[in-house]
């Protein structure tokens, strides 16, 4: 490896430092000097080189993704308003619900389960009084996703009166979403 390996760690509250400030946080071992550099944040999301060295000179010159930087989203759980499920609570939460459910089959490894994270999280305050929401993680409820039939996530079905009524396979727009939600309202 041609050059040093440095991690930039930025509290979680603080906006993304400008490339100056980032020279000042790094110290003077980055003055004149190419270097392979990670520029992490903990609040999911991590920037990173990705090319062989790249100098802070141009990578503030560029906007910062000119010359191969890139940002890695690493949030795990990032559904924070759909409560979960697992094979305890399933039947009571889910199957004898008074109104329609919504359900998202996820894990945390699954890239495009983080993508749709958001629009559930909306789609459950949008519809709060008329569905419930809820997310099986399928590492740890595998016996459901197994009754299921969920061979790929995220995978989204909707309940009524304990019936599977409809599903929804992989990272779709809200749109499409919502066009399910309603059609059970």
């Known amino acids: 490896m041609a050059g040093l ?34 520029f992490s944040v903990f609040n999911g999301l991590k920037f990173q080189s990705t090319c062989s060295s790249v ?6 010159k560029s906007g910062g993704n000119r010359r191969g930087a890139r940002i890695v989203c690493e949030a795990q759980d990032t559904a924070v308003l759909v409560p979960a499920v697992n094979d305890q609570t399933w039947e009571s939460l889910v199957i004898g ?21 958001p629009v559930i999280d909306e789609l459950s305050q949008e519809f709060a009084d008329k ?3 809820f997310k099986v993680n399928t590492d740890e409820s595998p016996g459901i996703a197994t ?25 779709v727009p809200k749109t499409t979403l ?8």
């Open 5 to 38: 390996l440095e991690t930039i760690a930025v509290p979680r509250a603080a906006a993304l430092p400008s490339s100056a400030s980032l020279a000042s946080i790094a110290g003077s071992s980055l003055s004149g000097r190419r270097s392979f550099i990670s």
């Open 55 to 60: 100098s802070f000179a141009s990578f503030s």
């Open 97 to 117: 619900s008074d109104k329609p459910v919504l359900v998202e089959f996820w894990a945390p490894w699954c890239g495009p389960c983080r993508m749709i994270h």
């Open 131 to 133: 569905f419930k929401f």
């Open 147 to 171: 009754r299921y039939g969920i061979r790929s996530i995220p995978t989204v079905m909707i309940f009524k009166a304990g019936e599977k009524k409809d599903t929804v396979i992989g990272a």
């Open 178 to 185: 919502t066009a399910c939600i309603e059609k059970f309202l």
